[in-house]
């Protein structure tokens, strides 16, 4: 019988030891269920093949089609991936609505013995329960936001809070992006897959205790933040962090190295900011990238870039925040110092 979720934190801890994914690897790629491997019952392009003969010759036969296919390629998962799965295994199966891919999977490898369950409505389901986790519901705990400039080591805290037992949500880690021109970290996942991410995060907290998240805008590089979760971060109180400017210009040159090591590649990514200050000082910072002068660029981004914005920023927001902590330097012992008060504070919240 099709197992029925009916939440994230149920579709989390399924009990189940294995999930697959018998979509193809296009729309496994687009966003799956937690934890999922990907065994496509058909694909890329025999999916196209089998939908294109569906639709404009005659179903009987798109199935005939599909169902040799499917049967070659289980018997390439059963004989790969899957041949070291002993007797007593028990996979979890799903595809995009719960239908003929997994249903036809599920059938072989039950024949087996494996005691095989399906996900009812499949991938759509687990689609429906993170737009009602993220649009529908307000979030489960009480927002905390760090807040501070550019430098400031927000990301780096974040992880020293959780190592600490404090609750903790990087959405910058989750969305693949630092929030400026410094901050790509790879490829961005899509816009689905994000919110996956997202709703995991927030099944998994306990909503007794405050959950720490860094003071972001509605957008991290191409992907937005959902509703629910802007109005609470909105609406949370903020521990801003202070630094002196050339200690934050070291840690950028520290953390930022990777993104660094190619001067003109970085000097590409500083030109888009002519609009917004002018050619002359554009024309300055390339200079300073080419020739690799990477402690007074950092310094000058902050001060004339970055700085001036999130004033403008926290203008706009109004308030003032929780606590302002002030730091003296940004190295190990410091931020180790810096993550104990900040606990700290979150605890009395």
């Known amino acids: 019988m099709p197992l029925e979720l009916r939440t994230v934190a149920e579709a989390v801890a399924h009990g189940f030891d294995d999930v697959l994914d018998v979509r193809s690897p296009a729309e496994f790629a687009e966003d799956r269920m937690p934890g999922a491997i990907n065994l496509p019952a058909l694909d890329n392009d025999e999916r196209a093949r089998v939908g294109t003969i569906y639709k404009q010759e ?74 009602a986790a993220l649009y529908d519901a307000p979030v489960p705990a009480r927002v905390v936001l760090l807040d501070g400039n550019t430098g400031t080591a927000k990301t780096r805290l974040l992880a020293l809070l959780a190592a600490r037992g404090t609750q903790v949500i990087d ?19 899509s816009q689905k897959a994000f919110e996956s991410a997202l ?21 991290i590089g191409r992907l937005t933040l959902p509703p629910a979760l802007v109005a609470a971060m909105r609406q ?8 002196p400017l050339d200690a934050r210009a070291d840690f950028l040159v520290e953390t930022y190295g990777e993104a660094l090591s190619d001067p003109r590649a970085f000097a590409a990514r500083l030109r888009p900011l002519t609009r917004l200050r002018g050619r002359a000082t554009v024309e300055r910072w390339v200079e300073m990238a080419e020739a690799g002068d990477w402690q007074p660029l950092a310094a000058e981004l902050m001060a004339l870039h970055y700085d001036p914005a999130y004033a403008k920023s926290r203008a706009r927001r109004g308030g003032a925040p929780l606590a302002v902590l002030e730091a003296k330097g940004l190295g190990p012992a410091d931020l180790e110092a810096l993550a104990g008060e900040i606990a700290a504070r979150v605890s009395a919240v």
């Open 58 to 131: 005659s179903p009987f036969r798109a199935r005939k089609i599909g169902a040799a296919l499917l049967a070659r390629n289980a018997a390439a998962h059963i004989e790969g991936p899957l041949a070291d799965r002993d007797g007593g295994w028990r996979p979890l199966v799903y595809c995009w609505r719960g239908g003929q891919r997994s249903g036809a999977f599920a059938s072989i490898l039950r024949e087996i013995g494996w005691r095989v369950e399906t996900v009812a409505g499949g991938y759509r389901r687990w689609r429906r329960l993170v737009v």
């Open 171 to 189: 959405l910058e880690d989750r969305a693949g992006h630092r929030g400026s021109i410094l901050g790509a970290l790879g490829p961005q996942p």
């Open 199 to 219: 709703a995991v995060d927030l099944a998994r907290l306990d909503p007794a205790r405050p959950v720490i998240l860094e003071a972001e805008s509605a957008t």
């Open 236 to 243: 949370a109180p903020r521990i801003e962090i202070a630094a």
